[in-house]
């Protein structure tokens, strides 16, 4: 039985769906003008009053990758203080954590299953795993979750975005 890297486990999927997310980002834009609104208006939709924003979802999704590649490559991640305002604001975001996923070497992560993070998890709050718990258990449920919470706000304020711009960020 062939086993996969991490690296290859966690690159890819964080690459693909953070151009995704700059590709929901254009659609959005498109149908804000199609529609004669402001598109900065849709960084504050949220699916449910006690759900983040958008702007949040956005901010969470591209944390876990960073934080992830970095953390299993025995790396110190990058703070990313949340005071985007703007989609380009975000755009900007998204592609710094697309140029430190890339910056990551499949060698950085050789060996990073076994090893032992110790990640907060808020304030006064750790959490002790094994680096393939972190990436399986932790790092990318969290990330789709937010992935997903953002496709679907775009989605429910009426963007025209269908599965194939969710999977692959090509259009129907």
């Known amino acids: 039985m062939s086993s996969v890297s991490l690296h290859a486990a966690s690159a890819p999927t964080f690459l ?10 254009d659609k959005a834009q498109a149908h804000a003008a199609a529609k004669s ?3 900065e208006t849709l960084l504050a939709a949220r699916l449910a009053p006690d759900m983040l924003p958008l702007s949040g979802q956005m901010a969470l999704a591209t944390a876990f990758a960073k934080n992830a590649m970095c953390r299993l490559a025995q790396r110190d991640p990058p703070d990313f203080p949340d005071v985007e305002k703007t989609i380009a604001d ?3 975001r998204i592609a710094r954590a697309i140029a430190i996923v890339e910056s990551v070497a499949p060698t950085e992560l050789e060996g ?4 032992t993070l110790v990640v907060r998890m808020g304030p006064d709050v750790t959490a002790t795993m094994n680096g393939q718990d972190y990436l399986f258990r932790f790092a990318l449920p969290n990330f789709w979750f937010h992935t997903t919470a953002a ?10 975005l269908g599965k194939r711009d969710f999977m692959t960020g090509a259009g129907a």
């Open 16 to 25: 693909q769906y953070l151009n995704n997310l700059t590709h929901w980002l």
């Open 37 to 39: 609104f402001d598109a």
């Open 90 to 92: 975000h755009r900007a």
């Open 112 to 115: 990073a299953g076994a090893r």
């Open 151 to 160: 496709y679907a706000i775009l989605r429910h304020n009426g963007v025209d």
